[in-house]
C-alpha cells in the first residue's frame, strides 16, 4: 500500500519561496508517475507538476518558470520547489502517485486527471500574502 507525506508549507510574501517535500513509501515498482496538485475551495484539483519515472518533467504553464519538480529514489522523496510565488499559489498541496505509469506517458493527462491517482498524501497548506 502506497502511503504519501507532505511536508514544508506554510506561508511566505509574494515573491518569496518554499519547498515542500513528499515522502513515499510501499511504491513496489518503478513504474510510478509523481504530481504536485493543489486545490483551493470550492474547486477541482489542478496539476502542477509532474515527473514520470525516468525523471522527465512537466508543468502546468501557470507555474512554468517558478515551480521545479524533483525526485530523489533512493530516498523515495518528491520535492516541489517554489519561486517567485504569488497570492494565486495560495492552496492546500497534495502529493499524488499513479501506479503502471511508463515514461513517456502524455503529460495532459497526468496533470488533468486526478482520477487516475491511486494514491493521495493528506496535503500540506501553501499560503503566500504581504
Known amino acids: 500500500q502506497v502511503q504519501l507525506a507532505e511536508s514544508g508549507g506554510g506561508s511566505a510574501q509574494p515573491g518569496g519561496s518554499l519547498r515542500l517535500s513528499c515522502t513515499a513509501s510501499g511504491l513496489d515498482s518503478y513504474f510510478y508517475c509523481l504530481t504536485w496538485f493543489r486545490q483551493t475551495p470550492g474547486k477541482e484539483h489542478e496539476g502542477v507538476a509532474t515527473i514520470d519515472p525516468d525523471g522527465y518533467t512537466n508543468y502546468a504553464d501557470s507555474v512554468k518558470g517558478r515551480f521545479t519538480i524533483s525526485k530523489d529514489n533512493i530516498k523515495s522523496i518528491v520535492y516541489l520547489q517554489m519561486a517567485a510565488l504569488k497570492p494565486e499559489d495560495t492552496a492546500m498541496y497534495y502529493c499524488?502517485?499513479?501506479?503502471?505509469?511508463?515514461?513517456?506517458?502524455?503529460?495532459?493527462?497526468?496533470?488533468?486527471?486526478?482520477?487516475?491517482?491511486?494514491?493521495w498524501g493528506q496535503g500540506t497548506q501553501v499560503t503566500v500574502s504581504s
Open positions: 499524488a502517485a499513479k501506479s503502471k505509469c511508463h515514461a513517456g506517458t502524455p503529460a495532459w493527462g497526468l496533470l488533468r486527471r486526478p482520477q487516475d491517482y491511486g494514491s
